[in-house]
């Protein structure tokens, strides 16, 4: 163990670049805490010759990624570029055939070929870890595989983009539109300048289906997550649903049913402004995991930001020049059972599809104020066996058009295929002017 | 790494019956999570024969203890009886001695042999592992040790008793008095007989230690945690907090300050109703790191329970069963700096001596309602150049002594020898009639 451990970082990004002035102006302290020297033998980067504020002396720059991979002093590749195809994807390939340790920030890539490259790693002997790739420098995977190891996880529930719980959250504070808040937050470089990724909840169902991988033994199995984004929450539902004493946030939820089957979901969802995850504001992600014999743990912190996820890319550099493994899933790759559908690209967003879990819901609709409206409402609730706990109309003036007014409904415990089909035969009503808005109440722990 | 792992259990409290319980019903989950068996082969209890609802068929019941430390069956004892000397302290060190890895939940023995015990164990290439000494469920140590191994701790923040906290809230929510809420947390089993362990601070210090051990690399030094149980707390204080926005929690931190000393301190302290720790109610621990170059990540979960103790215990388990090994401290014992003081007995709770921070406080006076009071307090804040932020005079009836009435206080931030000097020369006044009450109040991360 005396031997120096050899890294080679593969993007000098913001990550990539903290992780190197970490290992670099810190060096003492990683041969403390590791026993062994780390040291940086080469980098590859877009740009050599950019500033970075601290010295890369003695480090070999390539201009090709994919040279880091069998370069013969390397020990450890850190894949801190980025993407589920294309050089990140033939880097972690060639690194483990060339009998390279890897170390990944990369949630696209292990959300569609985690399962694949962590039997390429087990059968090399190889570690495959990926503790940055979930909620940033949340240390939520060594926690589920390691920590949580002596339980039967039963749920995983988490805010896991920071980009959407920023935008819902000063929407909330301030009161602003949707598409007020995101333009800002491009500006303040919190969202893309292509916001999709993020909005409509595809990067926080990368990060859900790897969890679940870990916490229930199955394959990532990106497509059986049901995905709706946050684009059409209006600054009107968060009122509404300020009125109601909840907020409105971004959640992934993935539990194991009665019946074994495994239901994984990002969402937006009513949260009671009392609940610990109501309370997560701005760009931070908080997970719990419920489980037994623990009960339920919950952690929060910085779910991206440079340093933040270095702190996690480092934790694994030094559990791997400390000889401490774990397979990249927590158990054997190979021993995974199938998630509930085939791992395939996640193109675009997919509908989403809940489980039968019984929720309560949040119902917006748009009516003409005429005499009559509630009562071929309340009838058509009638007719799907769905009880109301509460119809409210809001003073607020609607936007467009003249003489409609909203209404708020919420539902009593009920089967999501029963609102939506009585939601669908409410948008049939004349008097019912927009398609009825639903979004189900946070059910607790 | 096929070998069976051989268990002995010390100690079949409701933590040990658990652990045994978990090792036995969900055999075949262990042998998943850890690609071995892992297999009890001996226990000692007080009772043999106690009904513990599951068959311990094939198990050895040792009525010694001491027994499973010299057993040549025994790969790793679970020392779970307790207590910093006696019968913990000879099995750990006789373990240790024949070979045996050792895991533990006694945070009062690490407290006051952790620094020796960690040595003994490196020097033999052992393992002494003790996920449960610290906040129950909670993961803390292997957060700390682990996951943020690439940081420069610059402070730990904790809520780290469970009864005082349990104690606390109840007080807060439901405007009782300390010494009915501890009467009743006695009968629902969530205080002992004699709470002075917990509601003294002692408890909390001996975890306080072992985490400032960890975070900053010095042996633990408990008589160098400055303590201050909540005996004292009233009903009143919890009230007037309430109307400066604030609850009255026990809280543990350990810092850096700048001059690199380490000050460590359990003490009662206002917390903002908004702060995140204000909302950790009931017997819930919850612990924060702030560092470089993560930024701060706080972990709240069960800080006690045999389910959730029992959760931790496991996860070192399986970390051995997989060859996954840290030392106790993070780092080798032999490297650990001397804390600030030598590790001697906590016999009484230590009078707290804060360190030179900057601190806001609350301060509770009782007076004699009569013209002059007033200006007499405020000269003497003048005179220790305290600068007042606010000075109250509620109008809730004190007990006791007539014409008297209670004044509050609240600084701007001063030291708190300032603060020491002038409540003592307060208490000096005539129209003052009892000793001054001071908290600090909470300065945020």
Redesign the interface.
């Known amino acids: 163990m005396s031997k120096v451990l050899n890294v080679a970082i593969a993007g000098l990004g913001t990550v990539g670049a ?1 992780v190197a002035r ?1 290992l670099i102006e ?1 060096a003492d ?2 041969t ?4 062994r020297a780390v040291r940086i033998v080469a980098v590859s980067a877009r740009d050599a010759e950019k500033a970075r504020g601290f010295s890369m002396a003695g480090v070999d720059f390539c201009a090709d990624a994919l040279a880091l991979a069998s370069r013969e002093d390397v020990d450890v590749v850190l894949e801190l570029i980025g993407g589920e195809a294309g050089v990140a994807y033939d880097l972690v390939l060639g690194a483990l055939k060339n009998g390279r340790h890897v170390i990944t920030a990369n949630k696209a890539l292990l959300a569609h070929h985690g399962h694949a490259l962590a039997q390429m790693a087990e059968e090399a002997g190889l570690t495959l870890a990926a ?1 940055a790739s979930v909620a940033g ?3 939520v995977i ?2 589920l595989k ?7 996880i039963t749920r995983i529930t988490g805010i896991l983009n920071g980009t959407c719980n920023y935008i819902l959250s000063v929407m909330q504070h301030e009161h602003r539109e949707f598409a007020d808040v995101l333009a800002e937050a491009q500006k303040l470089g919190y969202a893309e300048a292509d916001p999709s990724f993020d909005i409509d909840g595809i990067d926080a169902a990368h990060k859900l289906a790897i969890l679940a991988a870990m916490g229930f ?1 199955t394959a990532p199995a990106l497509d059986a997550v049901a995905v709706r984004g946050i684009r059409d929450i209006t600054r009107m539902d968060m009122e509404n649903a300020r009125d109601l004493g909840c907020t409105i946030r971004l959640l992934g939820e993935v539990e194991r049913g009665d019946s074994g089957a495994i239901s994984a979901e990002i969402r937006p969802i009513l949260l009671p402004l009392e609940s ?1 995850l109501a ?1 997560i504001d701005g760009a931070l992600n908080a997970v719990s995991f419920a489980g ?11 779910g991206a ?4 996820t ?6 694994d ?3 791997l020049a ?5 397979p990249l899933f ?3 790759a190979k ?1 995974l059972k199938q998630g509930n559908s085939k791992t395939t690209n996640l193109s675009a967003p997919t509908p989403a599809h809940p489980p039968g879990r019984m929720e309560k819901h949040f119902i917006r609709l748009k009516v003409y104020d005429r005499p009559g409206v509630l009562a071929d409402i309340t009838a058509i609730l009638r007719g799907h066996d769905i009880s109301v706990e509460s119809i409210n109309q809001p003073s607020r003036a609607e936007d467009g058009v003249n003489g409609a007014v909203p209404v708020i409904l919420t539902t009593h415990e009920v089967k999501p295929k029963a609102v939506a089909a009585a939601t669908a035969e409410m948008a049939e009503l004349e008097a019912v002017l927009a398609e009825p808005v639903i979004f189900p109440i946070y059910h607790g722990a």
Chains 1, 2 share one sequence.
Do not use: C, W, Y
């Open positions: 903290e970490q810190n302290h990683f403390h805490q590791s026993g503790e420098g949340i240390p060594k926690m390691e920590s949580l190891a002596g339980n039967q033994g610990g309370k037994a014999p623990i009960g339920a743990v919950t952690v929060v912190g910085p930001g440079a340093g933040a270095a702190s996690a890319v480092l934790a550099v030094v559990d400390m000889g401490r493994h774990s927590g158990v054997p021993s």
